[in-house]
């Protein structure tokens, strides 16, 4: 549900400017799954939402090495939550507050 929403709103937003992109959800076989990807010219940008008030690494687990699974490079990877905090998580990891991002 507000992972759902979190998501529906990032599209929408995205639909209103001239976005040339794709949209995925990626699950591997391994069972490493990633909320949402936009697919751009030249690489990826990746989200995880999480629901949490507090952001840790753990809820980043699935995002470092995306680039050895995917054809393009990942430009950003971002944590989307209800944490008042920015944080760096790892490498080019960031968590951002959900409603900063979408507003």
Same mark, same amino acid.
């Given at each position: 549900?507000? *992972?759902?929403?979190?998501?529906? *709103? ?43 008030? !507090? ?12 680039? *050895? ?20 998580? *790892?490498? !080019? ?11």
């Amino acid at each position: 549900a507000y *992972e759902s929403a979190i998501i529906a *709103e990032i599209i929408k937003q995205l639909r209103i400017i001239p976005f040339q992109g794709m949209f995925h959800h990626l699950r591997t076989l391994d069972g490493r799954e990633v909320d949402f990807l936009l697919e751009l010219e030249n690489g990826y940008i990746a989200f995880e939402v999480k629901m949490t008030d !507090n952001v840790t690494k753990a809820d980043a687990r699935h995002l470092p090495g995306l680039d *050895e699974i995917l054809d393009k490079p990942v430009l950003g990877s971002f944590v989307l939550s209800n944490d008042p905090e920015i944080k760096r998580l *790892e490498g !080019n990891i960031q968590a951002l507050p959900a409603a900063m991002f979408l507003s």
